[in-house]
């Protein structure tokens, strides 16, 4: 399965989601192919689904999707106990797991390509709506489906390790910029005033 | 601390608008958690880590709600990573409610926890992360608020480290 191709679809599918990633080439093929406001560009490695559940559960009626990845996940698998118990119904975590530190240009394996088994820990942990995804046509049910439903997704999506990032011109809208253009869409579309933004 | 003591600090923490609490307690300050946690104008929310409890209520502040961690400040070190990206790089405030385990105000102060104590402040400079030390109750409501008040006008964390008083 290609990761570009699941992130295509996503795209094709945003509407009113709130949708955070985290530092990996996802990052950027997700900035390539949605300019959503809903966006969040988070651009650290470890951080997305913790973000993503704070912004589930200040606005519970909103479906927020986390697009993580397998070394980042691991880096933060203190997520699934916390996921496990909270179970807020409006979270999506799709892990894209391609079984290498991409990033790092060497590629050497994570613990995904050993022994280690993302949906496995996720169930254990509690969250019960977790799976493996490795066909585009299971995606297209599944993972798509998901963003229906009113219940919490895990789903650990193994990819082909894709180079396709590198070729795709990395995003230029700062950090600030992205986190303020998510809020003040958010005051849009919740017709609400963010607290911090306060007056100049 | 005082029963006393600890309502007037959630008191303090929903006069400054705090309404969206993550945490991991710790020994100093823990009553304060059943409290939060049967007010229902405030959320409450257990995380594993304090990494963790940072990120979830950044999100929760972009989400609309005036945060704050609670956490022991061995807290401090583990959250610092969270800190300096969510809440320094991306720029999000959150008002830290900190346990000041092993500092020189800290009336349990015992060798278990003087280097902890001993390197918090250093850390939370080095990450140019404002904060006070909170020793006794005097104008402890208006302490919070200037805090809170801090936070979002310089969009980042800041801390309230907890001692004196609040650690008997």
């Known amino acids: 399965m290609i990761r570009y191709e699941c992130l295509e679809l996503l795209a094709s599918k945003m509407n009113n989601q709130l949708l955070v990633t985290s530092q990996s080439g996802q990052r950027i093929e997700w900035s390539h192919l949605s300019r959503h406001e809903g966006n969040l560009l988070v651009g650290m490695m470890g951080c997305a689904i913790g973000v993503a559940t704070g912004l589930a559960l200040a606005l519970p009626h909103r479906k927020v999707i986390a697009l993580d990845s397998d070394g980042s996940v691991l880096l933060s698998l203190f997520n699934l106990p916390t996921l496990g118990n909270l179970q807020p119904n409006n979270l999506v975590v ?3 797991d391609n079984g290498v530190y991409s990033g790092s240009r060497i590629s050497y394996p994570t613990a995904t390509s050993g022994n280690t088994d993302l949906e496995a820990m996720a169930r254990a942990a509690g969250i019960k709506n977790s799976h493996t995804i490795r066909e ?7 993972g798509v489906e998901a963003l229906t439903r009113n219940e919490l997704g895990f789903f650990v999506c193994k990819v082909e390790e894709s180079l396709m990032h590198r070729e795709i011109p990395r995003p230029n809208t700062d950090l ?21 933004i306060g007056r100049g | 601390m005082k029963d006393e003591l600890a309502k007037r600090l959630v008191q303090g923490l929903k006069n400054a608008g705090i309404d969206f609490v993550t945490y991991l307690p710790e020994t100093r300050l823990s009553q304060i958690v059943p409290l939060i946690r049967d007010d229902p104008e405030m959320t409450l929310i257990a995380a594993s880590n304090e990494q963790e409890a940072v ?5 929760a502040t972009l989400g609309g709600k005036q945060a704050a961690v609670y956490m022991e400040n061995t807290g401090i070190y583990v959250s610092s990573y969270s800190l300096l990206t969510v809440g320094k790089q991306l720029g ?9 385990l092993g500092g020189v105000p800290d009336q349990r102060n015992s060798f278990l926890y003087a280097i902890i104590g001993k390197h918090t402040i250093p850390v939370l400079q080095g990450m ?16 919070i608020k200037d805090a809170v008040r801090a936070a979002n006008a310089l969009r980042a964390p800041y801390a309230l480290l907890f001692a004196g008083e609040f650690s008997v």
């Open chain 1, 94 to 96: 799709y892990v894209f």
């Open chain 1, 136 to 142: 585009f046509e299971d995606f297209k049910v599944k």
């Open chain 1, 176 to 196: 600030a910029e992205n986190k303020y253009t998510f809020v003040r869409y958010l005051e849009r579309t919740e017709e609400t005033t963010i607290p911090f």
């Open chain 2, 55 to 59: 990120t979830i209520a950044a999100g």
């Open chain 2, 92 to 100: 999000v405030p959150l008002l830290l409610i900190v346990g000041y």
């Open chain 2, 128 to 143: 140019e992360i404002g904060h006070q030390i909170i020793e006794d109750g005097a104008n402890l409501e208006g302490r």
